[in-house]
């Protein structure tokens, strides 16, 4: 499974941005692979942002982004989607997607363990 994450840019705060992973491989599916943003800032832990269960199921943000960020998917497409708005300059950080086959009823999508992981893109919030 591979994944290609794109989208990211400068932007002022206040501003918005969509982040596009497009998820590729034998097998790799929507239909069948749970999906999360994760961003990393600069000395700081890398931070699940949101989530999407396979074949359009439940979604999960972090506190940090609720109200602002959104997650969707375009099955057809295998491309997964995070409209962000009103960014903040605590938004700037590398944004990558990553993947695992399945979906649990029991937990978060946050709380899934994500075994395939795409190369970032980065988001810069600044006036």
């Known amino acids: 499974v591979q994944l290609q994450a794109s989208g990211g840019g400068l932007v002022q705060p206040g501003g918005s941005l969509r982040l596009s992973c497009v998820v590729s491989g034998a097998g790799a599916s929507l239909n069948y692979y749970s999906i999360a943003w994760f961003r990393q800032a600069p000395g700081k832990e890398r931070e699940g942002v949101s989530c999407?269960?396979?074949?359009?199921?439940?979604?999960d943000y972090a506190d940090s982004v609720k109200g602002r960020f959104t997650i969707s998917s375009d099955n057809a497409e295998n491309t997964v989607y995070l409209q962000m708005s009103n960014l903040k300059p605590e938004d700037t950080a590398d944004y990558h997607c990553?993947?695992?086959?399945?979906?649990?009823?029991?937990?978060?999508?946050?709380?899934?363990?994500?075994?395939?992981r795409g190369q970032g893109t980065q988001v810069t919030v600044s006036s």
């Open positions: 990553a993947a695992v086959n399945g979906r649990w009823f029991d937990r978060s999508c946050l709380a899934y363990t994500y075994y395939y």
């Open positions: 999407i269960s396979s074949n359009n199921g439940a979604t």
